[in-house]
């Protein structure tokens, strides 16, 4: 199933050539951006799937307490004979609350990882790859991590030319 979000960055920025300080700091924002963008009552419902984007204790700093990410609620429910039918239709609203929450979080988190993924040349994230399943169990925040941790410290050269163009004249 395929689902289209209202994201601010319905494309992000691409990222040409080896990722910067600079570049992954303008991915970052973009990525923030769409995250916040999509509500979700996870994580206090202030911040929509953030969450997905910062490690728990920045999120639980932001937001007063944690993102907890929903699991797929299982089949539906078998109720015992005798149950009434207002308990079964609440079982099974409760039901399908947990399965849309736990799909919408699965496709947000996809859409996004998809978006960086198409950002960035996949020769810089390749390492993070499963040989068995790809990407598809790396995180957004792993995905995030690795290019800051890899790519985005700012070298000699770069903070030289930044303390040039601070003291040319406007």
Known sequence: ?????????????KIH??????????????????LREIHSDLGG????YLGLALPT?????????????PVHPGPLPVYPAGTTGPAITSGNRTYDR??????TYSDVKNAVRKQIMAAV????YQELENDIMGYADVTILQLL????????TLS???????????????
């Open 98 to 103: 947990n399965l849309e929450q736990f799909r």
């Open 57 to 69: 204790g920045q999120y639980v700093i932001l937001a007063g307490q944690p993102f907890v990410a």
């Open 121 to 124: 040349e996949p020769r810089y």
């Open 156 to 170: 000699t050269t770069e903070l030289e030319a930044n303390r040039s163009k601070l003291s040319e004249q406007w």
């Open 17 to 34: 050539g080896k990722p910067s300080a600079a570049t992954i700091k303008q991915l970052k924002r973009e990525v923030f951006a769409n």
């Open 145 to 152: 991590q690795h290019l800051i941790r890899t790519y985005g």
């Open 1 to 13: 199933m395929t689902t289209s979000f209202p994201f601010p960055h319905a494309e992000l920025t």
């Open 45 to 48: 419902g202030n911040h929509g």
